[in-house]
């Protein structure tokens, strides 16, 4: 008679990833795939970049069928223990099995096009051209998991940390000590005695003519209060949201935001790249002060791929029905579901790549990647910042 191994728990896990992720980046300094510079920022895109080299180290790393992780050991003295899709703790487990998918397509890259992996992962142009098409596949699912790691906020308290020991490794005699900046976001943890305001989402929460905008507010402002009305017209739209804020209120506020990114980017962006907002204010690139064209670029490109998504789908859909043939679900429902749900959504669902009909590429998970990065991005934008605290506290009283 067997029985099934103890669970480890969420904190060894989180431990053991810790102590992999300071070593992944330091290693990652040491090859320049990341600068100190670049890691005394912590630019928002680190954030995924980080946990991401800490997953392809870890696929590397496993010498199991099927993958697991060796654990760190504490003492020496302590037993080894790994890592599996048997004692992975179940809030971890659908990151567990993405990650698991990839172990094989990675260890069985030859070195240089591993090495090349790790470029596209920071954010860097493979040396070998053309690119081989499966890496961007690999990368944007590693991205994808580190993008649900790091809205966990025992990733967030921890970062730092991270960032500032891989800084200090191999510093040498130098007396100039660089240090991260990272901040985490504000704390949500959901409703409590605190909350000013116990009422459903309503168009009234963050009204569209605020009387805290005008037609002349700054070009920043702006975005934020248009990104802020497309947030209750989101939880209004979606009860499945305001369920999710019950019991996963972090994992809830970053999807939230991230389908106001895609409301924005898919009903607001025009087709010279401006943005029709609050009170029908029209915002150009132009317009735009020097620190938020980036961001406003990102999303009206992320609306232009949207609708580059939607026409190649259809055309997709009208080849498939005229040929008797079941045509795929439309990317940008794949698109909903993973940011919802997380990437593993369907994997728990016990689908695989071939049922799912994904690309090489895995283009809807990149996409998806986009938006939740540029999510993450606001969180690093002053202004954003500002009335997160209030955003917050209405979304703590929903559903209450």
Not at 161 to 171: K, N, P, R
Not at 205 to 217: E, G
Not at 371 to 389: D, M, S, Y
Request: aromatic share 6%; proline share 8%.
């Amino acid at each position: 008679m067997t029985h099934s191994p103890e669970k480890l728990s969420e904190q060894d896990v989180q431990d053991s990833f810790h102590s992999y992720l300071k070593s992944s980046l330091t290693q990652a300094k040491i090859e320049h795939l990341l600068e100190p510079q670049i890691l005394a920022s912590a630019e928002a895109d680190l954030m995924i970049t980080g946990p991401a080299l800490c997953l392809y180290f870890a696929a590397l790393r496993s010498t199991t069928i099927p993958p697991s992780v060796p654990l760190p050991r504490g003492t020496k003295s302590e037993p080894p223990r790994q890592l599996s899709e048997n004692n992975c703790p179940p809030s971890f487990l659908s990151f567990f099995h993405v990650w698991a998918s990839n172990v094989h397509k990675i260890q069985g890259l030859e070195p240089n096009l591993q090495h090349d992996l790790a470029r596209i992962i920071c954010g860097l142009a493979p040396l070998i051209q053309p690119s081989n098409p499966a890496l961007s596949g690999i990368a944007a699912d590693l991205r994808a998991v580190a993008i649900e790691i790091s809205q966990r906020r025992s990733f967030q308290d921890r970062y730092a940390a991270d960032l500032q020991a891989a800084l200090d490794a191999g510093g040498g005699s130098s007396s100039l000590k660089v240090k991260a900046s990272f901040v985490p976001p504000p704390i949500y943890d959901g409703p409590g005695l605190s909350s000013p305001t116990k009422k459903s989402p309503t168009s009234s929460t963050f009204p569209r003519s605020s009387r805290l905008f005008n037609v002349d507010s700054p070009a920043i402002e702006f975005i934020r209060e248009t990104l802020y009305a497309a947030l209750a017209d989101v939880l209004e739209r979606m009860p499945s949201l305001r369920r999710l804020l019950k019991w996963d209120p972090p994992r809830a506020y970053f999807a939230s935001v991230a389908f106001a990114i895609l409301d924005v980017a898919t009903t607001s962006v025009t087709s010279e790249s401006s943005i029709i907002g609050i009170l029908g204010r029209e915002l150009t690139l132009a317009e735009c002060p020097q620190e938020l064209k980036p961001f406003m670029t990102e999303l009206t490109s992320i609306g232009r791929t949207a609708r580059q998504m939607t026409e190649e789908d259809d055309l997709q859909m009208a080849q498939c029905l005229q040929n008797g043939e079941e045509p795929p679900e439309p990317r940008l429902n794949r698109v909903r579901k993973m940011l919802e749900g997380g990437v593993g959504y369907d994997r728990s669902q016990g689908e695989d790549d071939s049922d799912r009909r994904r690309s090489v590429e895995g283009r809807a998970v990149v996409f998806t990647n986009r938006v939740n990065a540029l999510g993450l991005g606001i969180l690093q934008i002053k202004t954003f910042r500002e009335r997160q605290a209030e955003v917050f506290n209405i979304l703590g009283g929903i559903g209450s």
